[in-house]
């Protein structure tokens, strides 16, 4: 970049941040309006407290309400400050519905780049599992499923990827909302997952996530990725420099997560390992080939045997978590001494493989990728030997049991590799506080030294609003719910977000709608039915549908006529399974500091999704058992947007 960087002029005897600070203040007060946007209080002062934050570099806690443009506000000082320190800024979003509004078209980085003249350089920095394994789709074309539906998209590919000649161009493919088409389960089959080892893939400098890797590396300004590809970055940063590779985002001068309060949620996740017997088996097997070893064949096949064993009596051991996919395990001195065989045979097979290399009967791709997974598995076993055991849940999945094992260390690894590091930190949301405070948000994330603020939203949501709950003292069944909400929605002849909990809630509604034959002449949509952001396309314009989700309580912008009614199937308690289990065993009261404080953010998230504009209005039903305790009733009116009308059913 030559000449001035700045969109303002820039004196290097004077501090940057205020001279930024007064061209954002300039922005808001005159370029803007002169646009025809709307000046609004509350995202001037927002402007000037996150100018404290990038001075002093600071994380800060910015509550803005719906409507006060807190994200023009958090982008102008990301990107001026990207210049300043020639790092690109990282903004974080809850998930890919998220990043696609921000770059859209018509979102908001657009719409300062046309206002104020301003060239911004923004890449996008998808998640591996957003992207298409060439692997995998091979396996696909040869399946007995929808193999013409994979072929077709193989021959969509791209030439380069089936010819070694050089590329001229970035030319990106292969991204999840390139397949809008495919449900969740036909993605699954060629989507990349955790199982699949880039490093030693002979493709991978073919592969649609390579290429985006190489380019997004580049950005100027701003790079747009997802909570969870953030703390991927973070959690495996060290371990990808003593491998030579490069950490998956480059150094960057700030982050802002928006909707921050999500952040925790995804450190969990992807601070985990994932282990699983059918994926053990068919990497292991691929030691079994000619001239191998009697020894190494008889240690593999005792692994598999003894991997067979571990998982039967984690089945065993397992048992349901209402309200989630994860099972508690009930783990016992015969399951961790199953956990040690295991360890035992995997040991065996190292050394094995270290006579095995030099002879070279196998081939070397095939090597690295088992000691990979070996390695991964005896870390995530050796934890169990500490005494502070980790967080451990079985999931189903199409590959039957996974083992899922977290440390307990999440806290501390966000204190020394995120909040430790001397930069501004944004958390971006409507909801950060509970009743008053952050004091949750705080704790689930481990930071103490923080900046934060609140404002409202500037909308009149006792005019625009109406919320209906259910009635204290009444008791309701699953389809008694369904005939109500039914109602509900021929009243508003459509035109509503359905929010379920889990997905076994949602399938439960759908398979009930289809008995009763009721609402025929509106669409239904449902989660996992397409790529999301095509459902809330398809959600949008055509005004009478019905979108029935699990993960939209944050993030959905819908403005206008297409959203009059949103419905929540129930209070958004956390579910009783071993993460959060774990989190009340620390607490003295866990009802009032883990439970609630959950409830409250993402209850005022879903509720948010109903009044986007100032000209938006329509109505929120409220159903929940839990409303019959006074306290619980109390907390949700105290969270209810200021005048609004409530009645019961």
């Known amino acids: 970049m030559t000449g001035n960087p700045y969109p303002f002029s820039f004196d290097p005897k004077q501090p ?30 927002m402007a000037f407290q996150l100018e404290r934050a990038y001075a002093e570099k600071q994380t800060i806690f910015a509550e803005a309400g719906v409507g006060t443009g807190k994200t023009l506000a958090y982008l102008l000082y990301a990107i001026c400050y990207a210049r300043y320190t020639r790092k690109p800024a990282v903004i974080a979003c809850a998930d890919e519905s998220l990043i696609e509004q921000l770059v859209k078209q018509e979102g908001d980085i657009a719409k300062l780049a046309r206002h104020l003249d301003v060239q911004v350089d923004v890449r996008l920095a998808k998640s591996p599992d957003q992207y298409v394994c060439l692997n995998k789709l091979d396996d696909a074309r040869s399946g007995l499923d929808d193999a013409e539906l994979y072929d077709d998209i193989y021959r969509e590919l791209p030439d380069f990827v089936h010819k070694p000649a050089a590329m001229q161009s970035f030319f990106p493919y292969g991204s999840r909302k390139d397949y809008e088409q495919l449900n969740d389960s036909q993605w699954d089959k060629i989507g990349w997952d955790v199982f699949q080892d880039c490093l030693v893939c ?30 991927e970055h973070v959690w495996t940063s060290d371990a990808r420099k003593r491998e030579g590779q490069l950490p998956l985002l480059p150094e960057h001068s700030s982050v802002v997560f928006d909707e921050g309060h999500l952040l925790e949620t995804a450190a969990q996740q992807a601070l985990t390992y994932k282990l699983n017997h059918a994926v053990f088996e068919s990497i292991m097997t691929r030691l079994l080939q000619d001239g191998v070893r009697e020894t190494l064949a008889v240690a593999v096949e005792d692994a598999l045997v003894q991997s067979e064993q571990l998982f039967a009596a984690i089945e065993r051991q397992s048992t349901d978590s209402p309200g989630s996919d994860r099972k508690e395990i009930g783990w016992d001195g015969q399951l961790l001494r199953e956990v040690s065989a295991l360890q035992d045979t995997l040991s065996l097979i190292e050394e094995e493989l270290v006579y095995e290399s030099g002879l070279f009967t196998i081939d070397d791709y095939q090597l690295k990728i088992v000691e990979e997974h070996i390695e ?13 055991q980790p967080i451990s849940w079985a999931m189903p999945d199409k590959n039957g049991l996974t ?49 934060g603020f609140s404002v409202p939203s500037p909308y009149e949501y006792e005019e625009r609003m109406s919320v209906h709950l259910q009635d204290a003292g009444r008791s309701y069944s699953f389809r008694q719910k369904a005939e109500l909400a039914m109602e509900r ?37 449902y989660e996992g039915g397409a790529e999301i952001s095509r459902l809330i396309a398809e959600f949008q314009n055509d005004e009478s549908s019905v979108l029935c989700a699990v993960s939209l309580w944050e993030g959905l912008d819908i403005p206008g006529s297409s959203l009059s009614q949103v419905i929540l199937w129930t209070l958004p308690f956390p579910p009783n399974d071993p993460v959060f289990a774990a989190r009340r065993k620390e607490e003295e009261r866990p009802f009032e500091t883990v439970d609630m404080p959950y409830m409250l953010l993402r209850l005022k998230q879903g509720i948010g999704r109903l009044i986007r504009t100032r000209d938006d209005s329509g109505s929120i039903v409220i159903f929940g058992e839990q409303l019959n305790r006074e306290d619980v009733r109390s907390q949700v009116l105290q969270s209810l947007p200021e005048g609004v009308e409530v009645t019961s059913f």
């Open 16 to 45: 940057f941040i205020q001279q930024a600070s007064d061209w954002i203040a300039d922005v808001f007060y005159e370029k803007l309006p002169e646009a025809g946007f709307e000046t609004r209080d509350e995202q001037i002062f």
């Open 202 to 231: 002979d493709r991978r400098h073919r592969c649609g996530q390579t290429l985006s890797r190489d380019h997004y590396r580049k950005a100027v300004d701003l790079i747009i990725c997802s909570h969870d590809f953030y703390m």
């Open 376 to 388: 991964m598995i005896q870390l995530a076993l050796s934890l169990f030997k500490r005494q502070e």
């Open 403 to 451: 083992l899922v094992i977290m440390p307990r260390g999440v806290k501390e690894v966000l204190a020394e590799h995120v909040f430790s590091r001397k930069m501004p930190i944004v958390f971006s949301s409507a909801t950060l506080s509970a009743n008053g405070s952050f004091d949750y948000m705080k704790a689930a994330l481990g930071v103490t030294d923080t900046l």
């Open 489 to 525: 929605m021929e009243q508003s002849q459509g035109r509503t977000l359905l929010l379920f909990s889990d997905k076994q809630e949602l399938n439960q509604f759908r398979a009930l709608l289809v008995e009763s034959g009721r609402l025929s002449e509106y669409r239904f949509l």
